[in-house]
C-alpha cells in the first residue's frame, strides 16, 4: 500500500530565503507525481507534474525533482515571497491504479 | 474558462442528519472526482466517475455515502447519516480525458467545509 509521507509538516522562513520542501513515498512504481499549492479555504491548485521518466520540472521559481529508486521528490522554491505562504501537497499515482494517493502537507510561512 | 463550481461552501449540520453536496465540474472533462479532507490531512479519494460511470469508489464509505452523476456532467455527493467524524472539507475535481497526459491534470472547486455536531 502507498504512503506518502511531507516533512517538515510546518515551515516559517524569512522573505528571500531559499527553500525545500521534501515528500517521500514507499512504493516505487509510480506512474507520476505531482505538486499542489493549497491555500486557506480553497481548492488544490498545480504547480508542477513530473512523469515517472522525467527527473525534474522547472516552472518559474519553482522546482521538482523526483527520484524514484529511493522514493523521494523535492520541491525547491527559489527567493521565496509572502505569497509563497501556503500548504504544500505531494501526490502520488501508482503505476496501474487511476487515482492519487496525497501526502499531509507541509504548511509554509514566508515572513515579510 | 471557468473553473469547476461547488455547492454550498459551508454547512453546519447536527449527527444523523443528511447532506447533499453539489459539484460541477469545467466543460468537457469526462472525469470528476470526489475528494475528503479532514482537518490536518491531505485529501483522500472517495469516488472517481468517468463520464456516468464509476471508475473507483473503493474508500466510498457505501453505508452512508452516495454519489451520483446521471448525465455525466454535473454530480452530487450525500451523506446520510452523518457522524461526527465526517466533518471534514469536501473537494471536488475534474479532468479533461481518461487517458493520456491531460488526464493527469486534475482541476479543484473550493471545496465544501461540512462541521458535523
Known amino acids: 500500500k502507498q504512503e506518502v509521507t511531507q516533512i517538515p509538516a510546518a515551515l516559517s522562513v524569512p522573505e528571500g530565503e531559499n527553500l525545500v520542501l521534501n515528500c517521500s513515498f514507499t512504493d516505487s512504481a509510480i506512474y507520476n507525481l505531482q505538486w499542489f499549492r493549497q491555500d486557506p479555504g480553497k481548492g488544490l491548485t498545480s504547480l508542477l507534474l513530473?512523469?515517472?521518466?522525467?527527473r525534474e520540472q522547472t516552472s518559474g521559481r519553482l522546482n521538482a525533482s523526483l527520484d524514484k529508486s529511493s522514493g523521494r521528490s523535492t520541491l525547491y522554491i527559489a527567493a521565496s515571497q509572502p505569497g509563497d505562504s501556503a500548504t504544500y501537497l505531494c501526490?502520488?499515482?501508482?503505476?496501474?491504479?487511476?487515482?492519487?494517493?496525497f501526502g499531509t502537507g507541509t504548511r509554509l510561512k514566508v515572513l515579510a | 474558462e471557468a473553473g469547476v463550481a461547488q455547492s454550498p461552501r459551508y454547512k453546519i449540520i447536527e449527527k444523523r442528519q443528511s447532506v447533499a453536496f453539489w459539484c460541477n465540474p469545467i466543460s468537457g472533462h469526462a472525469t470528476l472526482y470526489w475528494y475528503q479532507q479532514i482537518l490536518g490531512q491531505g485529501p483522500k479519494l472517495l469516488i472517481q466517475f468517468q463520464n456516468n460511470g464509476v471508475v473507483d469508489d473503493s474508500q466510498l464509505p457505501k453505508d452512508r455515502f452516495s454519489a451520483e452523476r446521471l448525465k455525466g456532467v454535473d454530480s452530487t455527493l450525500k451523506i446520510q447519516p452523518a457522524k461526527l467524524e465526517d466533518s471534514a472539507v469536501y473537494l471536488c475535481?475534474?479532468?479533461?480525458?481518461?487517458?493520456?497526459?491531460?488526464?493527469?491534470?486534475?482541476?479543484f472547486g473550493p471545496g465544501t467545509r461540512l462541521t458535523v455536531t
Open positions: 501526490a502520488v499515482k501508482g503505476s496501474g491504479t487511476y487515482k492519487y494517493i
Open positions: 513530473i512523469q515517472s521518466s522525467q
Open positions: 475535481a475534474s479532468s479533461p480525458n481518461f487517458a493520456g497526459p491531460l488526464w493527469n491534470e486534475q482541476y
